[in-house]
Structures are given as C-alpha cells and as structure tokens.
C-alpha cells in the first residue's frame, strides 16, 4: 500500500509499505482522509523543528479519518464499515500523568507521524492503518471523511480553551489565524467569549476568522500600531489571549493589550522566545502552555458531528496521495491555503 514518508528535509516520497493483521483488540482502517499538519510541514521543510530531527524514514500524518475495514476478534465498540475518526494518541495508561488524568503527558506516548522517540512513531498517511480499538471514534453518518479529520486539530483547539478556565462574557485575543488559530476561535466562541479579536501577519485569512467567528481582524503587519492603539487603554482590554502563530513578536507585541492579571495561552510552537519578564510579572500574567489533548478528541468529534460549526471555509483543497509533494507545496503557501487534505484511495 502507498504511504508518505519523509526522509530528509525536502524528500519526501510515496513509498510501498505493508500493512499488518489486527491483534483482538485492535482494527484496521482503510484511510479517507488526512490534514497536513504543521508538524507535518516542519518535518517536510526543515527535516523537524528545534531538536526533535527525522533520524529514519517516516510516515507522516496525525489528522486522519476513514472506515473499519477489518476487526480483531475481542472488538466490540466498532465493527466493519463503521466510519470513523483516528485519534493519533495512544497513551500507556500506567505512567503517573496517565493515572492523573493528564494523558497528552503520557511518559511512554506514541503519537502518530512524530519524530520525537526512535524509533519514530510511524504516522496515518497510508492507505491502511492499524490502531488500538480506543483510537476508533465513530462519526455521525452525515459527517464526511474530509470534516471527521479535523477531530484532531479542533481536539488540540478544545484543550487550549479549556486550558484557558471559563471564557463566558470574556473579551479574547486570538494572534495566528491559520487552521489552529481558526480552531479557536470557533472554540472560544462555543464556550461563549463575548469578543474575539483575530490577527495575523497578512490579508489572506482573515475573511476566514470573520466568517468562523470573530468580532474583528487585523492585520498587524500593515497596521502595526492599530491593536495597541485601539486596545491598550488602562493596560489592555482583553482577559484572554490565545497565541497560535508560534511567533515571539506575536506574543510580546499583545502584551499591552492583554489587561492585568490575564490569561495568555501559548498553543504555537516556535522554539525559544526571550520575554519581558518585568512586564510579565508587573501584570501578574498568568502563561499557561497548552499541549495536544485527551478527552477533548472525543469532544471535537461530537462537535463536529452536531453540525454547529461548519468547517468548509477551511479546507482549501483535497489532493490525491500521490501528488503529496504537490499538496505538501501548496500547504506550505499561507497566501493560498488554509488547510489541504490528501485524499486516499
């Protein structure tokens, strides 16, 4: 079967891989559907990102939907033909953090199309799959392949905000308006934030954030001085800021207009960052990092099966597996692409 693996920064290839029969507790999946990442894009474009390196070939991908196609003998959640979400954790289950209800910092975690243990775990970008039966989270039936496998980055969104306490009535920043920052935005507004506020570095997204959910956007590269200007009053106007761009200039250009005492979530990943501590400390900011999730997978596919949200506006393009070069290319491009799915099979 056809999977996408990356070898090296800018090789990646379409290779011939096997696939394995399902023990009794777990199922296989004939793929449908899988997102591109940014993690993916890192790996494709620098060959990682900080320290975590691509030391083997390895299959990409972690936002990943399809059908059962073959079940193990003690199955009993799912079954053949069933249509399902791939949650890509699969924590132990025995550390001390899964005991405590914190599996997304599971000592032992396998996290699909990650570099971060060797060897890697191998990702969901293939045509079939294996995966423990926990992982299968059925979908509604009029939920398609395409929405059920944005579970995964609308999962990581859902944490973010639950990360964040209460939102009802709060005034919200959200800095990064690509896929995750969208996510949030429609997150923070399901959990009833009274004004969301986007930015983002360019023009071409931002129509998209006031369409998922926003009160307004901005583009602060054309207009550097228009969010202090018009949110820095009586040290800043919002309660809650949502940093999902991995930018430092994103992070510590927001902190006049976060008020006192605020809550700043850092869900972008983007190395080290030099702050100011003296501001962080004068304001009494309350930093919180927000790391994948857990229960919220099963949240995000609930969500998107109550069809509340609609999730077209973000998916600019499908692209047949084995043109993934093509489709790694074009999501690369953020003047032209949202979120870009390869189609399998």
């Not at 209800?101 to 060797?118: V, W």
């Not at 045509?127 to 990581?156: G, S």
């Not at 809550?263 to 702050?275: A, D, P, R």
């Not at 009494?284 to 969500?303: I, K, P, Q, T, Y």
Request: with cysteine; charged share 20%; hydrophobic share 45%.
């Amino acid at each position: 079967m056809r999977a996408v693996v990356i070898h090296a920064e800018k090789d990646l290839r379409v290779d011939e891989v096997t696939v394995g029969e399902p023990g009794p507790r777990q199922v296989r999946v004939k793929i449908e559907a899988g997102g591109i990442c940014g993690s993916d894009l890192h790996y494709y474009l620098h060959g990682g990102f900080g320290t975590i390196r691509v030391r083997e070939p390895l299959i990409l991908g972690h936002e990943i939907a399809g059908r059962i196609e073959c079940v193990g003998a003690e199955v009993t959640r799912v079954k053949v033909g069933d249509r399902v979400a791939v949650n890509p954790s699969r924590a132990c289950g025995q550390c001390r953090y899964c005991q405590m209800g914190q599996q997304q910092h599971c000592t032992d975690m396998l996290f699909y199309g990650s570099a971060m243990r060797f060897p890697h775990v191998q990702g969901g970008f293939r045509e079939m799959l294996v995966i423990e039966e926990r992982q299968a989270v059925k979908v509604a039936d009029h939920v398609t392949a395409a929405e059920a496998a944005f579970a995964e980055p609308l999962a990581v969104c859902l944490h973010a905000v639950k990360r964040a306490g209460p939102l009802l009535g709060k005034r919200v920043l959200v800095t990064g308006s690509g896929p995750i920052g969208i996510l949030t935005i429609i997150a923070a507004k399901a959990a009833g934030a009274a004004e969301i506020v986007a930015t983002d570095v360019v023009d071409g997204p931002l129509p998209t954030a006031l369409k998922m959910g926003a009160s307004r956007a901005i583009n602060v590269m054309a207009e550097p001085d228009r969010l202090k200007a018009e949110y820095g009053a009586e040290k800043g106007a919002f309660d809650v800021m949502f940093e999902a761009s991995g930018n430092q200039h994103a992070l510590t250009g927001a902190f006049d207009v976060v008020r006192s005492g605020g809550v700043i979530v850092q869900i972008g990943v983007g190395g080290n960052f030099t702050l100011p501590m003296n501001v962080v400390v004068a304001k009494e900011f309350d930093l919180r990092g927000s790391f994948r999730f857990h229960e919220e997978f099963d949240w995000a596919v609930a969500m998107i099966g109550s069809k509340t949200i609609d999730l077209s506006p973000l998916l600019t393009a499908t692209i047949p597996v084995e043109r993934a070069i093509e489709a790694f290319d074009l999501a690369a491009d953020k003047s032209k692409a949202m979120k870009v799915q390869l189609a399998f099979g």
